[in-house]
């Protein structure tokens, strides 16, 4: 198992995923960096991605889409926002529209994946999952987002805790 | 069932986003933990809080479009009730997140001893 920890916070929306690898970065890189490769880990076995559109420049574009078991195909965009190879990737990550256009319908997320080696031919990943639509983001900065936002976590177990209390009183 | 899980995936973005935007604020989570009984209308809840009720009905909407709160009619009265499985919900969102890169990160693995193989 190459995944190394998960570290989640519900409330600030965030997942960061590390793992390791027995490669050098510019291997883990080219995962990324080359779109034959991408296809064959960004889509589950029963959905495969192919990637239509590769460009990972600043302001560049990844375009795709996935072909279910019913011959469905869901289609997805990547916004590149920083990039620095072998090391950086910074993408906003959604679901688009039959003409490759933006599904407002879903909110973005934004990955930023980080390599760096780490010795002995290893080379740790990690990738930051942001979650946000803009004005749930203006939301959630306007009222601070470390206090309000660790709170909301403590207070989803609480509430889910006196339920729990109440239904054995009950 | 692939298919049920890439359904789940898109789903999850989208809920998850309304859910914790919808929790993001103080008010908000005082209404979900208030409305557990469900027994007060909006107007009665507007008394808790130092703001006017049209502002305490906008937090009620926020909340009743995530799905964290409902409406019932109880008589003549509407009182407002928390959907406790959409807060739950919020708790498995990034468990089924964490999981799909996971996959993915197998897959990547997969793949590097895949080309070491063909090297060597």
């Given amino acids: 198992m190459t995944v190394i920890a998960v570290r989640k916070d519900p409330a600030a929306l965030t997942m960061i995923l590390e793992a390791e690898f027995d490669a050098p970065a510019e291997r883990v890189w080219q995962l990324w960096a080359d779109p034959r490769q991408l296809e064959r880990w960004w889509g589950p076995p029963a959905y495969p991605a192919t990637i239509t559109s590769h460009d990972l420049r600043v302001g560049g574009r990844v375009v795709y889409h996935m072909t279910g078991p019913e011959g469905d195909q869901p289609k997805g965009y990547w916004e590149i926002d920083d990039v620095e190879p072998p090391r950086r990737l910074v993408f906003r990550d959604g679901f688009a529209n039959d003409d490759g256009t933006p599904n407002t319908e879903f909110p973005e997320s934004t990955a930023r994946v980080s390599i760096e080696e780490v010795g002995r031919g290893k080379t740790r990943m990690s990738i930051e999952s942001i979650f946000a639509s803009a004005e749930a983001m203006e939301q959630m900065l306007a009222m601070g987002m470390e206090e309000g936002l660790k709170q909301a976590a403590g207070q989803i177990d609480a509430i889910l805790a006196e339920d729990r209390g109440a239904v054995a009183e009950g | ?120």
């Fill in chain 2, 1 to 120: 069932m692939l298919y049920n899980r890439i359904v789940v995936s898109v789903q999850t973005v989208f809920d998850h986003d309304r859910i914790f935007g919808a929790l993001a604020d103080t008010t908000r989570r005082d209404i979900v933990r208030r409305a557990i009984d469900g027994r007060e209308g909006v107007a009665q809840l507007a008394e808790h809080y130092p703001m006017s009720f049209a502002a305490v009905q906008k937090h009620v909407a926020i909340l009743e479009r995530a799905g964290l709160v409902t409406k019932e009619r109880i008589g003549r009265r509407k009182v407002v009730h928390t959907n406790l499985e959409g807060l739950r919900m919020a708790r498995r969102l990034l468990d089924q997140y964490e999981e799909l890169w996971c996959e993915r990160i197998n897959r990547m693995t997969q793949l590097i001893s895949e080309t070491k193989e063909t090297h060597q």
